[in-house]
């Protein structure tokens, strides 16, 4: 069984929906990175956390410490938003353990 | 940003080969992932400064990683073989208690044929 991971595997949305990709992992953690990564590779973090919730622009990243356990929001998606979301965490030795990632394609 | 070179490298089997990556100045973490298609980056190795904090994700004695002078750092891999083929992800992080967000370069996909 995988460390970290993420449902689903693949998405496809329509322009303008609400869209969770799910991340769930099975060892000790000090914080959860979710990343996007475009093809042609190029991986640009999105967010770092440990507890709670944040917010950027249209993107919400939710933790549950407890249930071991993140989710990831996009409200009112727009085809740009296509691209592969990794999750990964990080223990405390710096090593961090990455999901195989959600391809998510946005139709307009 | 993070740069790596060369972006893409074709070489023959039994061939070695060493990417380049160059962090964000002020960073003093930098790691190295391997990516295969459809697949999560693999942890490779990772540098606090000058040394190797962690280098367990190595595969083989054929693979080694170096920064000499906690910036620029080197990824050499001798002897390549087939299954050496993916693409090779730089990322740098400033050093705080715990974790900060990490940069990516853009990779240097290797084929070895």
Redesign the interface.
Known sequence: KNE?EQSPQNLTAQEGEFITINCSYSVGI??L?W?QQHP??????LF?L?SGKKKHGRLIATINIQEKHSSLHITASHPRDSAVY?C?V?GS?????????TKLSVKP | GVSQNPRHKITKRGQNVTFRCDPISEHNRLYWYRQTLGQGPEFLIYFQGTGAADDSGLPNDRFFAVRPEGSVSTLTIQRTQQEDSAVYLCASSRQTRGFSPLHFGNGTRLTVT
């Not at chain 1, 042609?40 to 973090?45: Q, R, T």
């Not at chain 1, 030795?93 to 990632?101: D, V």
């Open positions: 970290v000090s914080a990175h990343l042609g590779g190029g991986i640009v973090s770092m440990s990794i990964a990080g030795q710096g090593n961090l353990i990455f999901g195989k990632g």
